[in-house]
């Protein structure tokens, strides 16, 4: 008999399939009124005051330096983007468009993780990516 558990990851990336589709809208609304920058700031405000509930309590001096290095790196990139994102809106993109063109920013984890993580990629999977860039690519016509 087959097992149709859900995992579970599958939860979490519902609820960022349903968390980040409100948030493309909200961005390109909030940009049609402040600056990249500003809506920038108040992204982060919104980030700390979510903390108190997310967070595990756990000591940040009782992660590795590496550990910690990976997060900072990735905090900071993290920023970037979400700056450029809310600047492409702010600039006068469509959230129609610039939302699912930058929601393509897993390419990059595929393309690199069979190297660095030494993960594969199914044909099924591949056929599915295939599919993501044709998506973005009708969307934008």
Known sequence: MADFSIPSWCLPAALVLLTWGAVGLLQKLSTNYISAESALIWLVVGYILLMPWLYSGRSVFTYSTRSLAFTLIS??????????????????????????????????????????????????????ILCALTSVVLLST
């Open 75 to 128: 905090a900071f990139l993290n920023t970037l983007g979400a700056w450029a994102l809310l600047a492409a809106m702010k600039n006068g993109g469509k959230a129609s468009i610039v939302v699912p063109l930058t929601a393509l920013y897993p390419l990059v984890v595929v393309v690199i993780a069979p190297v660095i993580l030494h993960e594969s990629i199914s044909p099924l999977q591949g056929l599915g």
